[in-house]
């Protein structure tokens, strides 16, 4: 079975630092994988979504993930954080076999001044 | 588009009303899937449709909960009688093909408290 692990349930960041999101997944076979962002009081929408091809994707707002089979990894990264990024971050797996996505628990990001 | 509708926004109700809530996907789309948040569990998928058929309901928690398609662009999830612990935010997305590739689109969810 597919499953998600996202590591930090709380990251804080100054504002202009470097913000890194864990997440490592499980899958039987090779996955789709996705970053979600969910504002307060709003839905999750995708930041970015690795399928095949490219193992680097960029997404909006300045985000990129990785993803690294050897280390069944997925992180989220963007080089200098702004106020605007503080939200919920949701790493998603897919095994392909139907039409579900499996959800981690969420990080929430939070930026210092 | 308007993107994927949920109504109401705000649900306040006593243990064991009867809730209902809704959701209308965005147009062209034949996956909708229902999701339940809250801070101890998480984002859990209760529900999904493909086709306005439901295809997979194992994360509907009791028989209190049931949820209808009748066609492509309105869906409901029904809770009854509600109890104080059905208390969260209750998401609908939907998506444009079958597939776990696709994007799902997100309503901005319906807050729940059942007192």
């Known amino acids: 079975a597919q499953s998600v692990t996202q590591l930090g349930s709380h990251v804080s960041v100054s504002e202009g630092a470097l913000v890194l999101l864990r997440c490592n997944y499980s899958?039987?076979?090779?996955?789709?994988l996705f970053w979600y962002v969910q504002y307060p009081n709003q839905g999750l929408q995708l930041l970015l979504k690795y399928t095949t091809g490219a193992t680097l994707v960029k997404g909006i707002n300045g985000f990129e993930a990785e993803f690294k089979k050897s280390e069944t990894s997925f992180h989220l990264t963007k080089p200098s954080a702004h106020m605007s990024d503080a939200a919920e971050y949701f790493c998603?797996?897919?095994?392909?076999?139907?039409?579900?996505?499996?959800f981690g628990k969420g990080t929430r990001l939070h930026i210092l001044p | 588009d308007a993107g994927v509708i949920q109504s109401p926004r705000h649900e306040v109700t006593e243990m064991g009303q009867e809730v209902t809530l809704r959701c209308k996907p965005i147009s062209g789309h034949n996956s909708l899937f229902w999701y339940r948040q809250t801070m101890m569990r998480g984002l859990e998928l209760l529900i999904y449709?493909?086709?306005?058929?439901?295809?997979?309901d194992s994360g509907m928690p009791e028989d209190r909960f049931s949820a209808k398609m009748p066609n492509a662009s309105f869906s409901t999830l029904k809770i009854q009688p509600s109890e104080p612990r059905d208390s969260a935010v209750y998401f609908c997305a939907s998506s444009p093909l079958g597939g776990g590739a696709y994007i799902q689109y997100f309503g901005a969810g319906t807050r729940l408290s059942v007192l």
């Open positions: 449709f493909n086709n306005n058929v439901p295809i997979d």
């Open positions: 899958s039987s076979v090779p996955p789709y």
């Open positions: 998603a797996v897919s095994d392909r076999t139907d039409d579900k996505i499996i």
